[in-house]
């Protein structure tokens, strides 16, 4: 059993988080910050917690949760995670942190995207909590950077062909739609029911969206060179989920059965990535609120080119799932433990 602490559990992530760790079997959630709603229980800003963790918030004062918790989710924006992790790895806390800060290498890169690191001599110390490619540095880090939501289902996606070979890396086109939690909780004109629902549309276009230069850092070290993508993320009308339709030109000819092998070969003994049968293609619907990465595969014969269609829910397996995941690696338990929940349907 250890004690951990959810810091920043006022957003979606947060909650999230409180919610799988409440079916966790070696877990106690002693901790849980908001700095915006200090002084009230997180089950009155969740009511589906009630009676359940109903936990006061506290102000972010790193050094006392770190005497309350051996290990710490960070689910709070970027920057203000900087100001916190560098504590917390001090004072000899492990950490999973969900914010962007972690997961580039290089700090230059960050900070095109981003702005200048504070504590860019924590990058090379920082893991990417990928576990399906990562798993191993994982088991030894202390800082787990745990990665966005569109690079998860998108290097899932992509990985297979990446590690053989098997795609020009110059025609990779990646296609993808995100539900509006995607976004976080905190007030935008964009994001209001009458701006969403009804409606679907592109944003983040012309590759300008932060999530790219994470996506192309993963893609590359798993085709061992450069890899620059087109991305263009869309906003749908619903709550949780990502569906990422990613295209590649193919460079030795191959069926679509040459293709469901291939994944089901790289993939087997994942228990969280589940590649469909040939002609079968994955639904947001069917992973709601599990862990679960859902892999299909196309094959357009008259371009040469392979469509590989992912989905993910953006909450957990893009975000507070995979952190729990990157936990148990970190802690040494059983990597499904507290995850092996089944999607909501319908």
Known sequence: MINVAVVGASGYTGVELLRILHCHPEVAVTCVTSEQS?????????????????LVLENLEPVRIAERAELIFTALPHKAAMEVVPTFLK???????????????DAAEYGKWYE?????????????????IRRAKIAKAQLVANPGCYPTSITLGLAPLLKKGLIDVST?????KSGVSGAGRSAKVDNLYCEVNDGFKAYG????????????????????????????PHLVPMDRGILSTTYATL????TAADLVKLY???????????????????????????????????????TGRVIVVS??????KGASGQAVQNMNIVCGFPENLGLEGLGLFP
């Open 38 to 54: 200090a002084g009230k229980r997180i089950s009155d800003l969740f009511p589906s917690l009630r009676g359940r963790c109903d």
């Open 172 to 176: 990779i086109i990646a296609d993808a």
């Open 264 to 302: 089901t070969d790289f993939y087997k003994g994942e228990g969280f990535v589940r590649v469909l049968p040939e002609g079968q293609f994955p639904s947001t619907a069917y992973v709601r609120g599990s862990n679960f990465c859902d892999i299909g595969l196309g094959l357009d014969q008259r």
């Open 205 to 232: 276009v012309g590759g300008v969206h932060r999530h790219i230069p994470e996506i192309e850092q993963e893609l590359s070290e798993l085709a061992g060179k450069p890899v620059v993508i087109s991305f263009t």
């Open 251 to 254: 460079l030795k000819k191959m």
């Open 116 to 132: 200048p690191h504070m504590n860019p001599e924590l990058l090379g110390q920082a893991v990417y909590g990928l576990p399906e």
């Open 311 to 316: 989905a993910i829910d953006n909450l957990t």
């Open 91 to 105: 004072l000899k806390k492990k950490v999973v942190d969900l914010s962007a800060d972690y997961r580039l290498h």
